[in-house]
């Protein structure tokens, strides 16, 4: 009985030494096929990057995603998204524009969308022409349009208002605007995750996102005289051309901004957004999205 007794503890023993090499082996190569299938988090040069999934708001990247900075013309999605959020209101009412507008730009070294004084520009056309060329007097005349108040400056500060207003409705902690176009006055800034939350929002108008993912465009206004002439521009988010399923933001520079840009790009159904800011170069910025979009589609 003795030796049964043993023959039968040496041959489980055998069999549990193999069951248990075998779960091993196998947990090792479920662990090494887990650890593939997930993509090495990128390194970026910007000081903050924030990606989220755009259907469910998940995160997929994040680098000082929550600490305030400068934005930019970035501001710039915020001053459409105010603009088209007014009640009822006319994208093909016309503007006049005025003196003040291409004076501002001039006194500011400002980004332009070259608009003659005395021209009448559709509502329309001053968002291609804000968004594209980031031209800082179709965003002036956008604030002066769509603030409320019997002078220019009260308008404009109305306009700002409303912008801020806006933030505070998305529950945004970290955003605050003391312009409409992003050359502010040292208390206009944002975060990775505040603008991409701001740009999501705003991808839900349908003008929004036909004007942002327009690489190039012609458009025809009515001259001072009574006349026409034809107005081009050209989007500085080169994202359109060089990134496959690129639907827009919108880029941003500046001294204390550095080099910035919100991104969105659509494949196989999955909608992703993010920002970078700080980067520090146009070349740089660009590099810094490719790397997490890749990074972000894949997870």
Known sequence: MKIGIKGINRASAT????????????????????????????????????????????????????????????????????????????????????KAYSDYIVSKGASSAHLIVGDKVTVRQLLYGLMLPSGCDAAYALADKFGTGTSRSARVKSFIGKMNASAKSLGLKNTHFDSFDGIGNGSNYSTPRDLTKIASSAMKNSTFRAVVKTKSTKQKVTTKSGGYRYMSWSNTNTMLSSYSGAIGVKTGSGPSAKYCLVFAATRNGKTVIGTVLASTSATARTSDMKKIMDYSFKK
């Open 15 to 98: 069999v549990t030494v193999a069951l248990t090499a075998g779960a091993v082996l196998a947990g090792s190569v479920f662990a090494a096929t887990v650890q593939a299938a997930t993509p090495p988090t990128p390194t970026i040069v910007a000081k903050g990057g924030y990606v989220m999934n755009n259907g469910t708001a998940k995160t997929l990247f994040t680098k000082a995603a929550d600490t305030r900075r400068s934005t930019g013309s970035t501001t710039k999605i915020m001053t459409a998204k105010v603009v088209l959020a007014q009640k009822n209101v006319n994208l093909d009412s016309k503007v006049t524009i005025q």
